[in-house]
């Protein structure tokens, strides 16, 4: 019989074939090769959400019955899986690189997810904090978010090689940059919304000053800053590109960080 985990298994095999056939396309530069490394990309995510879907299934044959996004293991795959739909949403803004890095970044999660002795891989009750639907709309908004701010990240970091062959004009990149923060800010803001009502239910407050509740704050100020300096047109070129790559430092530290530094509220997520 089929396991959540074998698919898992395959998706994390195709997201390191998916990685290579990028590598050989910068090599060769021929689009027959970026046309296959679009399929897989879709097969790897057709193949990665029947995992997620088959695990959802079986904790339900364990008796626990909840959506897998609950724990770190789960948390890894499902941020995997939403770098993936992102690119393939954004698809035709998006520029090879720039997929590029999002299947590397994919590609690092699940391995991360699959071989790291200190992940937990087992489905797992959830504790009462976690028994609330409030629970999937917060995850699937704040994890759009971190793959739309990845996107963002990696036009700030090519910006400062945008003379180099593979790399899109700076002025495409700034596009598809503002953009992605657009969505990813619409995602965070929501996110950090829908997890104050589940604190609410949860904890009884709304804002607790729990340490990822202040770096999803801190992350959502960055991001704010550089759309209302976008909009009043103070904002451009390596300001934009620099401001996008701390961004993304604010959201490394909101979901790793503080899950390996600072105790809180949200500990059961580590």
């Known amino acids: 019989m089929i396991t959540h985990d074998t698919i898992l298994g395959i998706s994390t095999i195709l997201y390191l074939a998916l990685f290579f056939l990028y590598i050989v396309y910068f090599a060769a530069r021929r689009k027959g090769i970026l046309r296959t490394a679009w399929y897989c990309l879709l097969v790897t995510f057709a193949l990665q959400t029947a995992g997620i879907g088959l695990r959802w299934v079986e904790s339900y044959r364990l008796g626990m019955g909840h959506a897998p ?8 795959i499902f941020f995997s899986w939403a770098i ?10 998006l520029y090879p690189v720039i997929t590029f890095t999002g299947a590397a970044a994919s ?49 700030g970091g090519l910006y ?22 657009i969505i990813g800010f619409s995602m965070l803001t929501s996110g950090i919304l829908t997890g104050a009502v589940w604190a609410h239910y949860a904890w009884g407050s709304y804002w ?33 590109a620099l401001l ?10 909101t979901y790793f960080g503080v899950n390996f530094f600072l105790a809180g509220l949200h500990s059961y997520a580590t």
Not at 244 to 253: E, K, L, R
């Open 69 to 76: 996004l609950s724990n770190y293991y789960e948390s890894l």
């Open 84 to 93: 993936s739909l992102i690119m393939i949403v954004m698809r035709k803004r």
């Open 107 to 155: 590609l690092a999660l699940m391995a991360y997810a699959s071989l790291s002795p200190g992940v937990e891989r087992g489905i797992q009750p959830l504790i009462p904090a976690l028994q609330s639907n409030w629970l999937h709309v917060h995850v699937i908004t704040c994890f759009l978010a971190y793959s739309a701010f990845l996107v963002s990240f990696a036009c």
């Open 160 to 181: 400062f090689f945008e003379s180099r062959g593979i790399v899109p004009p700076g002025q495409t990149l700034e596009d598809i940059n503002y953009r992605s923060i």
């Open 208 to 240: 607790s000053w729990d340490p990822k509740e202040t770096w999803s704050l801190i992350t959502w100020i960055v991001y704010a800053l550089i759309l209302h300096l976008r909009f009043t047109g103070g904002l451009r070129g390596r300001r934009t």
């Open 244 to 253: 996008s790559i701390i961004g993304f430092a604010s959201v490394v530290m």
